[in-house]
């Protein structure tokens, strides 16, 4: 049987700041592009200290390599949160291939809250305060599904969608109860 979605959101990187960051280091890249052509085509030497054609070759692919993994990077990074009646299920995509899965049973609380990026955690992404013991998964913003697991494990995945959780929840929560009352 296929399990129903309560809730689903997927959120990527749209800060303006970061792309404004990414398309700038884009010039390094075109800049040793336009050398590299100008020392290959018209035999005019890159730098004041140039290297062999092939030199300039390698430190191009090189430069090329190291600027384009990390725009991949945010290009493809997504954060998804599913909540069905069995668990919540979020994975960090490209850092989780598969979802990483907590059902019901396992966690003792679950809940939406306000929190500061830079002062609890020190930024965005994939970050540990050692202070709380929590561990966040976020991509922009400052609300976030907290779940603390049976175990002890805190995690906080940031929500775009804080209300429609918070009703999500609230709906899981009667859903329990009502489970509790059918049992006794």
């Known amino acids: 049987m296929k399990e129903i979605n ?13 792309w404004i960051m ?11 592009l336009w050398g590299t052509i100008r020392q290959l085509r018209n035999d005019i030497p890159f730098g004041n200290n140039p290297t062999s054609n092939i ?3 390698i430190v191009f692919i090189i430069i090329l390599i190291s600027v384009l993994l990390p725009f991949i990077l945010v290009l493809t ?3 998804e949160t599913i909540i069905s009646k069995e668990g919540i299920n979020f994975r960090f995509f490209p850092f989780h291939l598969n979802f990483r899965n907590y059902k019901w049973e396992k966690i003792s609380k679950a809940f939406v ?19 709380t013991g929590i ?26 969608k804080m209300n429609e959780l918070e009703v999500v929840l609230k709906k899981i929560e009667q859903m329990n109860k009502e489970n509790q009352s059918k049992i006794i």
Do not use: D, H
């Open 22 to 32: 990414l398309l700038t280091l884009l010039c390094i890249p075109a800049y040793t």
């Open 113 to 131: 809250r306000n929190y500061s990026p830079l002062g609890e955690f020190g930024g965005w992404g994939i970050k540990y305060s050692y202070r």
């Open 55 to 57: 030199g300039v070759i």
């Open 135 to 160: 561990r966040l998964f976020n991509i922009s913003g400052n609300q976030g599904l907290q779940i603390e697991l049976k175990n002890g494990k805190k995690i906080l995945i940031g929500t775009q």
């Open 77 to 79: 990074m997504k954060l």
């Open 6 to 18: 309560l809730f689903s959101e997927q959120q990527k990187f749209r800060q303006i700041w970061v």
